[in-house]
């Protein structure tokens, strides 16, 4: 089993920052891949980056690429998600998603086992 909090939700301007955290615990196989995806009202749940437990390799969907950066500290069981030059269209439930190491790349939610409740981003323009 694996538990993920997130949290560093709020609301900005559109142009601003903010810094999400996930704390994981549990199996450390199990959560050796993790995820950022975000879901807005009345859309689909859509992958924005990972990331494997090693390594440091990650990957992002294309429209966030070169505003957001996702990094993890194993030592003390956290992903973050840096947001900059944020948009109004960034405005949605932002969760973590954990799994064990795929061969490939995943960014589809029903790729992923655990998942946390979600933390709300709101950007006004």
């Known amino acids: 089993q694996v538990q993920l909090v997130e949290s560093g939700g709020g609301s900005v301007q559109a142009g601003g920052s903010l810094s999400l955290s996930c704390a994981v615990s549990?199996?450390?196989?199990?959560?050796?891949?993790i995820a950022w995806f975000r879901q807005a009202p009345e859309k689909e749940r859509e992958g924005v980056a990972a990331?494997?437990?090693?390594?440091?390799?990650?990957v992002y969907a294309d429209s966030v690429k070169g505003r957001f950066t996702i990094s993890r500290d194993n030592a003390n069981n956290k992903v973050y998600l840096q947001m900059n030059s944020l948009r109004p269209e960034d405005t949605a439930m932002y969760y973590c998603?954990?799994?064990?190491?795929?061969?490939?790349?995943?960014?589809?939610?029903?790729?992923?086992?655990?998942w946390g409740q979600g933390t709300q981003v709101t950007v006004s323009s």
């Open positions: 990331i494997y437990r090693y390594g440091g390799s990650t």
């Open positions: 549990g199996d450390t196989y199990s959560r050796h891949y």
């Open positions: 998603a954990a799994r064990t190491p795929p061969a490939r790349w995943l960014l589809s939610p029903g790729d992923f086992t655990y």
